[in-house]
Each structure stands twice: as structure tokens, then as C-alpha cells.
């Protein structure tokens, strides 16, 4: 019989994405959370400590997905995931609206009533959440979040690690770097570099 999807993470990320992974018509077998982590995940047993993920692939399972919100632990557990032999599915609401042109990577998540326009590029454990809309010719890198209700204009970039904070904006053509933490509504009119934490309307670096 067919394995289904082993997802890692039980909190309220792995909700949604358990959730986005049955509206895609695939079974969802266990979630694997960490050592305090709940019994079950919206109806899905999990397992505790990362011990589970060996033993599940090695009875057969070959599917996974990484339903972390934080950006570094959800690469982290990535790379042992596929250092084990996974395959990453990537768990897409069939309510999103994804170009026919858009390029996607493995291991990601894109929320119902978010927007992925021509010819934009999401990277490997990028997050799309609920309502964001990531207009024509974005970049956005690997393992980013784009938090819920955010709005990237055409030809944006965003460097891999990045977290767009909810409702951010952000006007055409700019670019924000890696491993940026840009606050909640905060409006980006100018390019954002490396590292940094930028707030507010107009975006500022903070920190
Ligand atoms: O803002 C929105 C819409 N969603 C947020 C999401 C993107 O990020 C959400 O509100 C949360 O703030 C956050 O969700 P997440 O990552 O599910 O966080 P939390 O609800 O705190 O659950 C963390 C889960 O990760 C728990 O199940 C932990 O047991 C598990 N965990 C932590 N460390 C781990 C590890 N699981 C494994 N397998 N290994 C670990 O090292």
C-alpha cells in the first residue's frame, strides 16, 4: 500500500500545511514534533524527536514536508530530511493563484488566497501564506516567508532566509536581501541589504 506524507512540525504551521496537503488529495500519516509537542495534529498522530524521521523511511515512507514557520529550523530540518532519502512534496491550496509561467522548488508552502504571478521564482522551503500576493517577475529565495496578507509588486527580489512580516508591502522593482526581518505592515520604497532588521512606513533598518 501507498505511504502517505510524513510531515515534521505539529504546531500551527503544520495545521495549516497537514490541511493543505488533504485539499491536494494526499494522505497525511504522521506528524513528528518535538519532545513537548501535542499528541495529534489536526486529527494526525505525532511522534516525538527527530528519531522518527529515520525509522519512518526506513518502514518505507519517501515523502515528506517540513511544516516549520521559522525560517533557520525549517532549512535545518530540511537537510536531515533529505539527508535520509525524502522526497520533498511541496503542499499548495488548491484556492491559490499560481501562474502557468511560475517556477516553484520542492518543500513549499503556498496558502489559500495567495497570489503567485508570470514568470516569478519561488525557492525550495519558501512560505507563501494566506492572501499574499507576489506579483510578475518576483524572486523570492529559499527558505523565505512571506507572512500572511503581504503585497510584492512586480520585479521584486527577496534573499534567501528572509521574513516578510504580516501585511508588509513592497513597491516595484526593489530589493531586499538575505536573512532580513522586515516588521509587521512595514513598506519597503528602497532597497533593504543583508542581515538587517528594517520597520516601519517608509521601511527603515533598525537593527
Ligand atoms: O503566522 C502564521 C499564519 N503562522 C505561524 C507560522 C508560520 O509559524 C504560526 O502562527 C507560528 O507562529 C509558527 O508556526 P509553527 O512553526 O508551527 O510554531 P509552533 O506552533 O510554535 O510549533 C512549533 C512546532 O515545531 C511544534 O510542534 C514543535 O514541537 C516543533 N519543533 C520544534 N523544534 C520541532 C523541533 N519538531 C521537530 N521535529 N524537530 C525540532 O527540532
Redesign the pocket.
Known amino acids: 500500500m501507498q505511504k502517505g506524507v510524513v510531515v515534521?512540525?505539529?504546531?500551527?504551521?503544520?495545521k495549516v500545511c497537514v490541511e493543505l496537503l488533504r485539499a491536494m488529495g494526499a494522505e497525511v500519516d504522521y506528524c513528528?514534533?518535538?519532545d513537548?509537542?501535542?499528541r495529534t495534529c489536526v486529527g494526525v498522530p505525532v511522534l516525538h524527536g527527530?528519531e522518527h524521521i529515520g525509522r519512518l523511511r526506513e518502514s518505507g515512507y519517501q515523502s515528506a514536508f517540513v511544516?516549520?514557520?521559522?525560517n533557520r529550523?525549517r532549512e535545518k530540518?530540511a537537510a536531515t530530511v533529505v539527508e535520509h532519502g525524502y522526497c520533498l512534496v511541496n503542499a499548495i491550496s488548491p484556492l491559490a493563484v499560481i501562474s502557468p509561467s511560475a517556477r516553484l522548488g520542492s518543500g513549499i508552502a503556498i496558502m489559500a488566497g495567495a497570489i503567485v504571478n508570470a514568470e516569478s521564482t519561488v525557492a525550495d522551503l519558501a512560505?507563501i501564506?494566506?492572501g499574499a500576493t507576489v506579483d510578475h517577475d518576483c524572486n523570492i529565495g529559499r527558505a523565505v516567508?512571506i507572512?500572511?496578507q503581504c503585497g510584492l509588486a512586480g520585479n521584486v527580489s527577496v534573499g534567501d532566509g528572509s521574513f516578510l512580516g504580516i501585511g508588509c508591502k513592497v513597491i516595484p522593482e526593489q530589493s531586499i536581501g538575505a536573512n532580513v526581518v522586515l516588521g509587521a505592515g512595514s513598506v519597503v520604497i528602497s532597497p533593504i541589504p543583508d542581515g538587517v532588521t528594517a520597520v516601519g512606513v517608509p521601511a527603515r533598518v533598525i537593527r
Not at 511544516?67 to 521559522?70: C, D, L
Open positions: 515534521i512540525g505539529a504546531g500551527g504551521h503544520a513528528i514534533g518535538g513537548s509537542s501535542v527527530d511544516a516549520i514557520g521559522s529550523l530540518l512560505i501564506n494566506t516567508h507572512a500572511p
